[in-house]
């Protein structure tokens, strides 16, 4: 099989070969500090918009630029490697629920054009920052029915999930991403469809990124949503040749780890990422969650000892505090190896 050649993030196989990456942390978490109101995400531009706008994050990007700058620079300043484009709900599928999937592109062009403006004020020659074009599961799955009355029923089919992705992956490449991330995966069909535009976007633009395919085991019985394991998980996206495949979300780093350590295993010609929660909800604390950067960070360094890990960062109730002391925790270690030939090339 020959290799996959990039036309951008040419450096990160060579970067993961040598040491561990981090990715920024939560934006959801990092957004509800700042209190807005609904006007503030409506703006000028929909101020008279039908429906309420209140907690469309995705929005900010038009609306409220700053605050999601001002977010980007802080994961930069904790020394994330990776930062997130905030385009987790920047689908046409996702935005319709806001009466504004007219806007998913747009969304999609200026949220990447944040990220790399953010992204390339902190970078060194020394120390390279990359941007993450995110792609979220849409709030509809292609796999399981809405209606426990009528098993067969489907919101959304493979055809409206590919062509809401692609109008994602070719506005994130021309706003400047460097790879593309398709994460919080609970349905592998939705997956499928992504990566069906993804290859097809690549196909049109003669345009190549690393891609990383990242899954979500929804509780103790170490599946996804639509009921794959995390083996079966890995040999139904194999084909993609990702970069890297990993978890996140949904669990913290406590309970996630048996999970990457059976995908550690499995994916052994692959980059592993993994970036939890901050444990498991709690309503009571200020970010939602209960573990403190103490916490997060110390089971991630553990990760990174035994050898499981090539990116690591933080999800829901993360913050730049969290993403800060995972950088210091696993700074010192080595990265993960492979133990097969990978897809990509290797660094010149």
Partial sequence: ???????????????????????????????????LSEVDFRGERLKDHPKDLKNNSDL???????????????????????????????????????????????????????????????????????????????????SISPDVNDPGARNVDFEQLRAAYHEQVVALIEGGVDLLLVETIFDTLNAKAALFAIDEVFAETGERLPVIISGTVTDASGRILSGQTVTAFWYSVRHARPLAVGLNCALGAALMRPYIQELSRVAADTFISCY?????????????????????????????????????????????EHIAAIRQQVEPLPTRSLQRAPFYPEAA
């Fill in 60 to 142: 900010l990007v038009l609306t409220r630029p700053d605050v999601v700058r001002d977010i980007h620079e802080g994961y930069l300043a904790a020394g994330a490697d990776l930062i997130e484009t905030n385009t987790f709900g920047a689908s046409a599928i996702a935005q319709e629920d806001y009466g504004l999937a007219h806007l998913a592109r747009e969304m999609n062009l200026a949220a990447a054009q944040l990220a790399r403006a953010a992204a390339d004020k902190f970078s060194t020659p020394d120390k390279p920052r990359f941007v993450a074009g995110a792609l979220g599961p849409t709030p509809r799955t292609a």
């Fill in 276 to 320: 939890p929660n901050a444990g498991l909800p709690n309503p009571m604390s200020e970010t939602g969650f209960d573990e403190t950067p103490e916490d997060t960070s110390r089971l991630l360094h553990e990760f990174a000892a035994e050898g499981l890990v090539n990116i690591v960062g933080g999800c829901c109730g993360t913050t730049p």
């Fill in 1 to 35: 099989m020959k290799p996959v050649i990039y036309t951008r993030g040419q450096a990160l196989p060579g970067l993961l070969a040598q040491r561990i990456l981090v990715l920024d942390g939560a934006m959801g978490t990092m957004i509800q500090r700042f209190k």
